[in-house]
C-alpha cells in the first residue's frame, strides 16, 4: 500500500518543480481510458500520460506512427474524467506538429479545449524547437521528450538504447538545456544509458522522467500495461512487472466459460 496516497492536493507543473527542489521523486503512468485512469489516480501517481503508445496496447499496432489526433483527444477526455489529482499530459502524434508551427498550434489547442488535458508532450529536441516555441506562447504547458523517440522509428530502425555514442549524447545534453530554457516544464528521456540521463538531470532545473533511463532521474514512467502485466509480449530489461494481471483475468475468464457452460452461472440468488 504507498504511503503517497493521503495527499490529495492537484498536482500542476509548479509543483513538479518543487517535487524536483526538494528531491521528492515524481511517479508517472500512462493511461487511456476512464476506469483506468481513475484507479491510478486513487493509488496516488503523480502524473498521468495520456500516451500515444494506446496506438500499440489499445489499438494493436505495432507502431505508435498510425495514431490520429481526433484518438489522442478520445483518449485524453476519457482519462481527465476520470482524474482529480494527479497532473494530465497528452502525447501530441505523429504528424499534428513537426515541419509546421502553425499546425502545432492548433493539434495543442484542440488537445487542451476538447479533452481538458493540462499539458501537451512532443518527441524531439531542436528540429522541433519553432513548435515547442508556438505552443508555449499560447500558454500551454509542455513535456519534452528526448532519447529513443518512438515516432521515429523509421529513422532510427531499432527500439535499441539511444545516446550511447559522444555525439549523439552532446546533441541530448544541449537539446534538453534547449527545451528547459524556453519554457518546457519537464522531460522524458527514454532508454539512454543511466550515466547520461544522471549527468543530464543534474544540470537541468526542471524535472527529468526517466524510462530505461535509470536511477537518477527526477521521476520514472512506464506504460502501465507492460507494469501490470496485460501486456506480457513486451519485455525490456527495464520494465518492472508489479502484478500478473493476464493471468488474472485469463483464470478468470476461464472460470466464467466454465460457469456458463455447465450452467452454474447464474445461480438462484444471481436471478430476479
Ligand atoms: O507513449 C508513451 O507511452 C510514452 C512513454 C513511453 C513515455 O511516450
Avoid at 147 to 162: D, E, H, M, W
Amino acid at each position: 500500500m504507498s504511503t503517497y496516497t493521503e495527499d490529495r492536493r492537484k498536482v500542476t507543473t509548479r509543483r513538479l518543480a518543487e517535487m524536483k527542489q526538494r528531491n521528492e521523486k515524481i511517479a508517472m503512468l500512462t493511461a487511456y481510458d476512464y476506469s483506468m485512469a481513475k484507479l491510478i489516480d486513487e493509488a496516488g501517481v503523480d502524473a498521468i500520460l495520456v500516451g500515444d503508445s494506446a496506438s500499440n496496447v489499445m489499438a494493436g499496432n505495432v507502431t505508435t506512427l498510425p495514431m490520429t489526433l481526433d484518438q489522442m483527444i478520445y483518449h485524453a477526455t476519457s482519462v481527465v474524467k476520470g482524474v482529480s489529482r494527479a497532473l494530465v499530459v497528452c502525447d501530441m502524434p505523429f504528424g499534428t506538429y513537426q515541419g509546421n508551427s502553425k499546425l502545432a498550434l492548433e493539434s495543442a489547442i484542440r488537445i487542451m479545449k476538447e479533452s481538458g488535458a493540462e499539458a501537451v508532450k512532443l518527441e524531439g529536441g531542436s528540429e522541433i524547437r519553432e513548435s515547442i516555441e508556438r505552443i508555449l506562447c499560447a500558454g500551454i504547458p509542455v513535456m519534452g521528450h528526448l532519447g529513443l523517440t518512438p515516432q521515429s522509428i523509421n529513422k532510427f530502425g531499432t527500439y535499441a538504447v539511444r545516446a550511447k555514442e559522444e555525439a549523439e549524447a552532446e546533441k541530448l545534453i544541449a537539446d534538453a538545456k534547449m527545451l528547459e530554457e524556453i519554457g518546457c516544464f519537464a522531460i522524458v528521456l527514454e532508454k539512454i544509458p543511466a550515466t547520461l540521463a544522471k549527468r543530464v538531470s543534474e544540470q537541468l532545473t526542471i524535472p527529468t522522467i526517466g524510462i530505461g533511463a535509470g536511477g537518477g532521474t527526477d521521476g520514472q514512467v512506464l506504460v502501465m500495461h507492460d507494469m501490470l502485466g496485460i501486456n506480457k509480449g513486451f519485455s525490456p530489461r527495464f520494465l518492472r512487472r508489479y502484478a500478473d494481471l493476464s493471468t488474472v483475468i485469463n483464470d478468470a475468464v476461464a472460470h466464467y466459460v466454465d460457469d456458463v457452460k455447465t450452467s452454474d452461472f447464474p445461480n438462484a440468488s444471481e436471478q430476479y
